[in-house]
């Protein structure tokens, strides 16, 4: 066990919740702060995309004994149904037999992890708002507004899992050397809802991604425990088919019977939901370094905000904590140390699924509607299924497997690069499980 | 004449001085404001590379009647002087016959820009501190430091001039929807001195800006017209060969004896200089949007710094003045216009010569160096003067055109293609002008 330390966590959300309850099964004292009332104690809704979890994610569970707890609020998902507008539903598995992301509510996944730190023995203060932090002594600035008096903390450690917009981060930010950049997509989202049934059972498949695919616009959904689903439309901001194209009940109503028709018995609050939630905004954030000398570390969203498209927020997050508690065994109380492996190990990796995360918005909006991308899929399946040591899909690989995410990328560029060629052969959609476009494959891998 | 409107500008630094002088004559009240002391009143050196003005920075003081009382604070500069170590100089001019870029000392030029600007009615506010603005009612809140009392003062419309770390930028940065970037180099900067001599004299060719390329890190020289150079040694911050590395009087002069054995002679107080003044950093800054509404706007380095390796950051900022001076003849008083316009203008250019910016250090620290890319700069120039109409160099492009900076990339990128068959000619060497380079030139110009 390590020397004990006073330690400030900046950020009470799911990465700040479940790092609370490693540092302090390691020993440490550990108060996390939040700027918001205890999210046990109010409505969460209105802002978020279902959670899923995925490996990477449940790695981070499973190491401290957590995972059991959290697969009994959720819902396994092994496929994506993709509804045109006009054909029956397509289903696209994502893995194997047995594979499964798992579609969770932001906020029952977040009191629940509250839970599980406060019994752990975490001591939690909320409405304290962080505006500052001196970082050469782990100070924290607290205080009610950002001009009014302010109280000052001092922890031995600080770690900021404050979010996208992070206070902790917003400091390091004005020291020289430090790399920052922030890229808003065109793309905003909305969340909608569709409710259970009267006697609880969910109105499509719940063990589905449900996609609505439209190219510049989509809308998805994801079960929730309760027999709803929780719906998100992303659409572009302004211009055609935008947010601020629908700007009353009429448009907002012509506009869903032609794009969504089969939503229609669905979404029965469409126009109140559309109308009373926010429109959010998607961004990429990137920065380094992630930690001040043996002092203050950033991890999660704080350091590596992105796109939510590849269902990885989250499970990128948790597999910071992995990382950092492997660091933690392996150099002790030497924090410096801990923190320089910590960054120098992450930030490849949160640059790779960033990126990965960035291009999957076509993928879903796009290519899934698209019988050719189906088709190449379907190859990609089959000749993965006969060759599982040779090919395993860019999904599973970054979904299923604990395999760096920076190697995931590498090899999804090459297998790109390989299905590119694949897809020219004359007749490929007679030819797609032949021997012919096996052996091509297995002569472009090299 | 526009309507009359009560503007602020934030940084009393060339561009802010410069577009407070356009704005005045346009008819508006002006009041710049500085967090710093008056320039004039001070002592200033020591952190500095002196300045080149080039055509697009000539422009903007022709087309208001300035550029004489610049002309008589600079020395032109028509070449590279380039000191290898164990050979004698070589010189490269910068273009043809009479062009030249033209060095300034940025004390002298922004002392002389200020007088200007208080000639022509604007009014200058020192040592005021402004920590925010309001944007949708371009207040500025000004006060002595960031957590005391402030005070409000509202303008008709903002300009932030206040450079890389820009206040005003910073509030637009907080907005949803702007994208922005900072990435420092790896490489600092810190200012040497040489002196005049006894009789006033320069110790080097004044008329050459001197380079003592080394690869991964270089010194520079630039004349003033008291007879001194501004030098400034471009190193790692860290690693071999870095300021890091330089500690002691002793590592330091055997260091500079080893690299730079020339400069034993001419830079008297190496080791005052080098350990009394400041390292500093070089960063690469980009944001977008750079406008507000009709209410406030940033300009010059506060929202495109780059590094100072192709010497534009002075002349892209005064160029950005030209375009929003011809924004405001074309569009009247409708500054929301005239802002969208601007900002619609610059932002491509913007980031076209941060890319050459960036690249040019790899010129000017390596390639300069390098027999074959000298061989290759001296075909460019023989082709480019048979055929003027084929063929101009990009540094020419780029220093002494007013083409945009975005088109003087793209065809830079073609050039360098096409240098890059040339060279691969068998024996370039020696038939570097002949009829086979010029027609394998002319046929892969398409």
């Known amino acids: 066990m390590q020397e004990s330390k006073k330690i400030a966590v900046v950020g009470s959300g799911l990465v700040g919740s479940l790092l609370a309850i490693y540092l302090k099964k390691a020993g440490h004292t550990v ?137 902790v981060r917003h400091r390091m930010q004005r020291q020289s050397m430090f790399n920052y950049s922030q890229e808003f997509l065109k793309i905003g989202y909305k969340e909608l809802h569709i409710p259970a049934n009267a006697d609880g059972t969910h109105k499509l498949d719940k063990n589905s991604l449900h996609i609505w695919p439209r190219g510049e616009y989509m809308l998805m959904a994801l079960a929730n425990t309760d027999g709803s689903f929780t719906c998100t439309l992303f659409m572009p901001h302004e211009g055609e088919n935008s947010f601020e194209s629908l700007k009353d009940k009429e448009t907002l109503e012509a506009y869903f019977a032609e794009h969504f028709p089969d939503t229609a018995d669905v979404i029965p609050d469409l126009v109140e939901d559309f109308f009373k939630n926010p429109t959010s905004y998607l961004v990429t954030m990137k920065c380094f370094p992630w930690t001040y000398e043996d002092k203050v570390a950033l991890i999660g969203d704080a350091c590596h905000a992105i796109v939510p498209f590849y269902g990885q927020g989250m499970n990128a997050g948790f597999e910071d904590i992995t990382i950092l508690h492997e660091m933690m065994q392996k150099h002790g109380n030497d924090w410096e140390t801990i923190f320089k492996a910590y960054e120098t190990s992450r930030k490849p990796n949160a640059d790779a699924i960033a990126e990965l995360s960035y291009r999957n918005f076509m993928e879903m909006s796009s290519k899934t509607a698209d019988a050719k991308f189906l088709l190449q899929k379907k190859i990609e399946k089959w000749f993965s299924e006969k060759h599982p040591d040779k090919w395993l899909p860019l999904y599973s690989r970054v979904t299923f497997s604990l395999r760096p995410y920076a190697e995931a990328l590498a090899l999804g560029n090459q297998q790109n690069a390989i299905m590119e060629e694949v897809m020219k052969i004359k007749n490929i959609d007679t030819l797609w499980n032949s021997e012919v476009v096996e052996n091509k494959i297995i002569d472009l891998l090299g």
């Open 31 to 167: 108060h996390v702060f939040d700027r918001s009332p205890d999210i046990r104690n109010i409505e969460f809704s209105g802002r978020s995309i279902n959670l899923v979890m995925s490996n990477r994610g449940w790695k981070a569970l499973e190491d401290i004994g957590l995972d059991e707890a959290i697969r009994n609020i959720g819902i396994p998902v092994d496929k994506r149904a993709i509804h045109l507008v006009d054909s029956a539903l397509n289903y696209q598995y994502y893995g194997k037999e047995g594979e499964a992301i798992f579609s969770l509510s932001r906020g029952i996944l977040n009191r629940k992890m509250i839970d599980l730190a406060e019994a752990a023995g975490v001591e939690f203060f909320f409405e304290h708002k962080i505006w500052d932090v001196t970082l050469s002594d782990a100070t924290l600035h607290i205080g009610d507004t950002e001009r009014g008096e302010w109280d000052e903390l001092q922890y031995d450690l600080v770690f900021g899992s404050d979010g996208a917009f992070s206070r």
